[in-house]
């Protein structure tokens, strides 16, 4: 007997082929494809597989599921694993876990969350204070510490805020050279603190900077770098970093592992995870470090910041929106959208099809291929609700969908979903708000 | 002046669907397209060269299907395109594929010295960011991630406008250098008919795991720090009340309001004119 493959469901992402003891598995064109002369029904790869691709034809349903008692569902791999790979899981996974870490830069210690935090010009990236509350979470999880890290020039004031958002220690390095963000000397700077202080987890937002520094931190490093994550996590036994992401143009959510080398690194999205109660007057260790370059090493100058102060700039951090789609026919009608933002002090955005249509421009657009919003109130008009843009505002705390399709997807994420004419019910919306708030009246 | 293009052939992501029955992913019919952001990049390349002279070569990693994606790319101009393809470089992650990326620029540049590297600043299909940074590290080019404009490109400097979250940054940087870039950077022209011609008759490089010296441990899955352990549809959100807003829109619309200022959905602002409560 040998493993099947269902071609429908193989997502080619090669765990299989990794767990395979004999090497009968291999990826090609994207698929697994079994050697029948080399497997001999381990069903390893029938276990580890995240979609219940692959099977072994000869077990019944019934022993499938006595085996996987996820099967027919989804497969964690962190549910408690049935007897028959138990040895196998011991083995491997747990072993190669905890004692093969392989350490990147000597020595195994390897302790401690860290949230890189994001600051420039003047200004701390709120998603840093927000990693720092996820990041205690994380530490608590795994019985360590947690720290921030600043690298800049004058950061004394960010110190205390360090603190405050529950920070235990802060590492700092302080130099002229790193006044402006540049990828060379920042990736110089936290690399050297990752390989002196060893941390398990580093962290950062998924901001620009986040996602320009990060990568470049990790190959210097040779370890694993997941971009973009909307959940964290760790696994009860392993206490490996469980690293969720959208994949696909967010049309699935996949949980990354970095099993074997550290530390585990991760960009998170900005605005997903809640932000920390913030305690004045905490105090914590503070390890100041020396930058030890100069500036004859880098190939890099910034010769000028242009700061950029459209509304649209601050989509992310907007409290109400009102976002368009292509359901507004044609750009003479943005003025119905317009309105009724202006009633509500909202900042317009828009769908990709509206912005490709050229009535906004494209830092507009909100999903997966442009800024994920979490408002309060987002009002979405004429928007169908593909999963593009859903994944990119799903999390904001209330939604309003106007379109005239009540099976629109967008209904069905809406708190309130208005069925109808937007050119007549829109105007009406922006007639009530005027109304009241102009007369202060609340009912 | 040597300009080389890195460019991946991806699913158009907004075609893939979830099957709602199995809950997994749809790819028959998805067609392939050349990543959008790095088609901008192939631009920019080719402006270039066209004024200041010099070699467009594009590299790409993927199955040899992909060698639709560079003939299509020669279309635009380019002289040169070389597909990085075996069955060892499958399930590559990002620190991978830099790393086989970075090798065969390695080997371009023993011969032909690059000036100026370019990149999408992500792949539609896999959104991560990571590879054109990684293959800045590994070669110890300089990087300028977000580019939105080419500001001036010297002999030995690069300067180019960044997008940031608080404004433009303008960054010089010398060469050889890598951009990531953005689609604001440039418009995409039409392939030209001798162009289109030419492409016809080209037939990308090939080259495989035995082409260079590649570090077996470096690549593939087994080379690869980061593994998928668990995929899943996005959580889905409930739905809420429905209001039928088809015939009576004005009574509807007061409907709503009003509970949006019951529930304080929607709060009045003290501070706004006329506001007293």
Known sequence: MTVAVDKTKCIGCGACVVECPVEALDLIDGLAVVDPSKCEDHGKCVLVCPTNALAIPNQSPKAKEELDPKAGSEFNINDPQPDAIKDYAQDNDKKTIRAQVTPVAGGDVWSGVWVIIEYTNGKVAPVSWELLGEGRKLADAIGCGLSGVITGHQIDSVIPEAFAYGAEKVYVIDNPILKDYRTEPYAEAITSLVQKYQPEIVLMGATSMGRDVFPAIATKLQTGLTADCTVLGIDPETKLLQQTRPAFGGNIMATILCRTRRPQMATVRPRVMAMPERVDGREGELIQEEFTLSESDFRTKVLEFINTDAKSAFLDKAEIIVAVGLGLAAKRNMAIAEELADVLGATLAGSRGAVEAGWLNHDQQVGQSGVTVRPKVYIAIGISGAIQHLVGMETSDFIIAINNDPEAAIHKVANYGIVGDLFQIVPALTAEFKKRLQHGVAN | ?277
């Open chain 2, 1 to 277: 002046m040597n300009f080389v293009v890195c460019l991946k052939q991806v699913p158009d992501t907004s075609e893939v669907r979830i099957d709602p029955v199995t809950n997994t992913l749809m790819r028959e019919g998805v067609p392939s397209i050349i990543n959008p952001y790095d088609a901008h990049g192939l631009e920019e390349a080719i402006r270039l060269k066209e004024k200041m002279g010099g070699k467009v070569t594009i590299v790409s990693m993927g199955p040899p299907q992909a060698k639709e994606a560079l003939k299509k790319a020669m279309t635009y101009g380019a002289d040169r395109a070389i597909l990085l393809s075996d069955r060892a470089f499958g399930g590559s992650d990002s620190l991978a594929t830099a790393y086989i990326l970075s090798m065969a620029l390695q080997k371009i540049h023993e011969t032909e010295p690059i000036d100026l590297v370019f990149a999408g600043k992500e792949a539609i299909d896999g959104d991560t960011a990571q590879t054109g940074p990684g293959i800045a590290q590994r070669l110890g080019f300089p990087q300028l991630t977000y580019a939105i404009k080419v500001r001036e490109l010297t002999d030995t400097t690069v300067t180019v406008e960044r997008k940031t979250e608080s404004g433009r940054q303008i960054v010089q940087a010398q060469l050889p250098a890598l951009l990531t870039v953005e689609k604001e950077l440039n418009d995409l022209r039409y392939a030209s008919l001798p162009n289109m011609m030419k492409a016809a008759a080209y037939e990308p490089e090939v080259w495989d795991a035995k082409t260079l010296p590649f570090d077996v441990k470096q690549m593939g899955l087994k080379g690869s720090p980061t593994s998928v352990s668990r995929i899943f549809a996005p959580p889905g959100r409930s739905g809420g009340e429905i209001f039928d807003a088809t015939k009576d829109p004005a009574s509807i619309a007061a409907t709503v309001v009003q509970k949006l200022f019951q529930s304080n959905i929607i709060m009045v602002n003290p501070l706004a004119k006329g506001g007293k409560r």
